[in-house]
Structures are given as structure tokens and as C-alpha cells.
């Protein structure tokens, strides 16, 4: 089973900064992995797919870079709809899909 | 635009089963992989079971397996959960959604209690 570690566990950042969240797989995925946003009370949604494309509706401020065991989501420039939970999540290899544990971001 | 909605969450005592039921609409559920994903109070997600288009295929966790089945109906747009010998680390909310590598589209969720 491959395992995702996501850092940090909270990032704190302000409206309008960059917002910078790792995601580490225990082997590589190559770019079979995926960003979640979760906000309370809510169902995830798909921001990223393939490492790098957004999903339909995403909005250009959220990026996703990396390959092989190193990844990373950017969010440019923080709106206030962008305070929440977010997880990565491969499916390289699979069963299982593994998540992350996510990174909460919170307004500074 | 696609809809899903999870039933059939409740209290029940460790030991005990639940079916949990997902109706879908507004894209071909014949023709889709479908998935379950479970998320533990204040915790993170994890991956349950997913099916293939014709029930043929069904993958589980390995936490879950000889007690959870996934199955699917075509003809009723749903999808199914049957979990049985219910533990309390079992207790989350259940979502279906639909797609197998990285599922797209979610339910709100189903609260499935497991507690005496």
C-alpha cells in the first residue's frame, strides 16, 4: 500500500497570500494523484487531477505540480472560499487509493 | 449535473449491519465505476470499496473485506453498501461518488454510527 503524507497539518495564511501544501508518496505514483477540497460539513470536491490539470469550474489560482514522490498545490492568491481542508490522493497503483491526511489551511 | 444521495446510515450496536443506498441521476450510471469513501469524525478520508460497471469487478479495503460488500442495481440508478459485523471503528460518514482512480462526483455523505 503506498502511503501519502501531507505537510503541513495546518498552514496558516492570510487572504490575498500564497498557499503552498506538500504532498510526499511512499513510492512514486508518477503523476497519478489528485487534489481534494473539503469544506465543513461538505463532500470533497476534485480540484486536481493528473497531478497538474484542474478540474472543470477550478478556478486559475489553484495549481498542482510534481511527479514521482513530490508534489505540490499552490494557491495563488487566498480567497476567503479557499479556507478549508485539503488532501492529495494517488491512484497509481490501486486497490487501495490511498489519501493523505490533509493540510487544514486557516486564515491567519 | 450529476446527483448522488446516500441513505441508510443510522445507530447501531457493534455487532449489528446496515445497508447504505445511493440513488444517482444526471449522467450514465451504467457506464460509470462507482466508489465508497468513508470519513471518521474529525478525521481524514479513506477509501472503502468500488465496482465496476457491471458489478463484475468489486474492490475492498482490506479492513472491511469479508464484511462490507459493494454491489450495484443498473436498473435503479443505485448503488449499494451491505456492511455487516459492525465495529465501533466503523462509525464515519459514507460517501458514494462516482468514478474508480479519483472519483469526480460526491455525495453529501451518510452517518453510520456503530455504538452500544
Known amino acids: 500500500e503506498i502511503v501519502m503524507t501531507q505537510s503541513p497539518a495546518t498552514l496558516s495564511v492570510s487572504p490575498g497570500e500564497r498557499a503552498t501544501l506538500s504532498c510526499r508518496a511512499s513510492?512514486?505514483?508518477?503523476?497519478?494523484l489528485v487534489w481534494y477540497q473539503q469544506k465543513p460539513g461538505q463532500a470533497p470536491r476534485l480540484l486536481i487531477y493528473?497531478?497538474?490539470t484542474r478540474a472543470t469550474g477550478i478556478p486559475a489560482r489553484f495549481s498542482g505540480s510534481g511527479s514521482g514522490t513530490e508534489f505540490t498545490l499552490t494557491i495563488s492568491s487566498l480567497q476567503s472560499e479557499d479556507f478549508a481542508v485539503y488532501y492529495c490522493?494517488?491512484?497509481?497503483?490501486?486497490?487501495?487509493?490511498?489519501f493523505g491526511g490533509g493540510t487544514k489551511v486557516e486564515i491567519k | 449535473e450529476a446527483q448522488l444521495v446516500e441513505s441508510g446510515g443510522g445507530l447501531v450496536q457493534p455487532g449489528g449491519s446496515l445497508r447504505l443506498s445511493c440513488e444517482v441521476s444526471?449522467?450514465?450510471?451504467?457506464?460509470?465505476?462507482m466508489t465508497w469513501v468513508r470519513q471518521a469524525p474529525g478525521k481524514g478520508l479513506e477509501w472503502v470499496a468500488n465496482?465496476?460497471?457491471?458489478?463484475?469487478?468489486?474492490n475492498h479495503v482490506d479492513s472491511v473485506k469479508g464484511r462490507f460488500i459493494i454491489s450495484r442495481d443498473n436498473a435503479k440508478n443505485s448503488l449499494y453498501l451491505q456492511m455487516n459485523s459492525l465495529t465501533v471503528a466503523d462509525t464515519a460518514v459514507y460517501y458514494c461518488?462516482?468514478?474508480?482512480?479519483?472519483?469526480?462526483?460526491w455525495g453529501q455523505g451518510t452517518l453510520v454510527t456503530v455504538s452500544s
Open positions: 461518488a462516482k468514478g474508480a482512480r479519483y472519483p469526480d462526483y
Open positions: 444526471g449522467f450514465t450510471f451504467s457506464n460509470s465505476w
Open positions: 465496482i465496476n460497471q457491471d458489478g463484475s469487478q468489486k
Open positions: 490522493q494517488q491512484y497509481n497503483i490501486w486497490p487501495p487509493l490511498t
Open positions: 513510492q512514486s505514483v508518477s503523476s497519478n
Open positions: 493528473g497531478a497538474s
